[in-house]
Structure formats: C-alpha cells, structure tokens
C-alpha cells in the first residue's frame, strides 16, 4: 500500500512539473530588432513631439516619422513591439527599394 501512494506521488509530481514547464516554453515576441534599430528624439521643451528615425545596421537613415500629441512610454511592451515592427516593414521596404522611405501616415501607441 505504501509503494502504490508513493508512486503515485511521484506521478503527480511529474504530471505537474510537466505542465509548468510547458507554460514557460510558449512563444514570447522579443522587443530587441533583429536587423536595424530605431532612435527616438524628444525636444525637452515640448515632450509630446518625438521623432523617429530608423536606422540599418550600417548606421543609414532609412526613415522618419514625427509624432505628435502622444508621449512616446518605451517601457512598455507593446509600443516597443509596434516600434520593431515599423523598423521591420522600413527594412524591406528600403532592401526592395534601396531609397529612403516616405513618412508613415499613421502611428498607434496605445
């Protein structure tokens, strides 16, 4: 009777140490670009006014984008994501065009 709890302990054990690490392996998105990087540019005057600039890993400006009427928050998760993926769509843009991108209409950071 002992042996049968016991090795049902271990089961258990195992059954939940299974899923635990099961929620740790899903798929995070990175908030580190991959190719490029961005650069913001804040006038300490007027802190609701950033511009964007976009760069390749070779340091050339590729594209600009001026935002106004929102404060710019890297710290949080999603605008970094929305940042990365504006320098992303500008990469392949500037690699199937090789010239500098327009502005960007719109930008969502909220």
């Given at each position: ?48 006014t950033t511009l964007v ?58």
């Open positions: 009777m002992k042996k049968s709890s016991a090795l049902f302990g271990i089961a258990t054990m195992l059954v939940l140490l299974s899923n635990s690490s099961a929620s740790f392996a899903k798929s995070k998105k990175n908030t580190i670009p991959v190719n490029g990087f961005w650069q913001l540019v804040t006038n300490k005057n007027e802190k609701k600039q976009f760069y390749t890993d070779d340091k050339v400006l590729i594209a600009e984008v001026t935002i106004t009427g929102i404060r710019l928050n890297t710290k949080k998760k999603k605008v970094l994501l929305q940042l990365n993926d504006k320098l992303e769509k500008a990469i392949i843009a500037w690699d199937e065009k090789n010239i500098v991108w327009p502005r960007i209409r719109y930008f969502r950071a909220y």
